[in-house]
């Protein structure tokens, strides 16, 4: 699509015109229902924090606090994208946290075997 303010091209899908910052689209005041389903994953990074992998959770939480604070400034691009970082941040801890506990039961199982061994 070309701007209609400066006749810069633009992606079809382009949110605000590269040149001059010009919103492309047009600009439609969501209703609360619409805004509401942006995810946030506010809790499943609250859940990897305290369960699984503190670090990242912490990421997650960060991007998720922000998709909620962009849907009301209006910025839904943005807040789409805070809202698949703090996904993507949930299943790196997740998938981490996930590894850590294996090892971590790996780890307790060879000491048991180690110890019945020397039983022996
Ligand atoms: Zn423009």
Redesign the pocket.
Known sequence: MF?R????QNADNAYK?V????ELQQVTVLPPTTQMKIPNYLVQAILITLCCCLPFGIVSIVYAAQVNSKVQAGDIQGALDASGKAKMWCWIGFALGLVANIIAIGVQLISVIAASRQGY
Do not use: N, P
Not at 5 to 8: E, H, M, S
Not at 19 to 22: R, S
């Open positions: 701007c303010k400066c006749g810069a015109c040149q001059c910052g010009e």
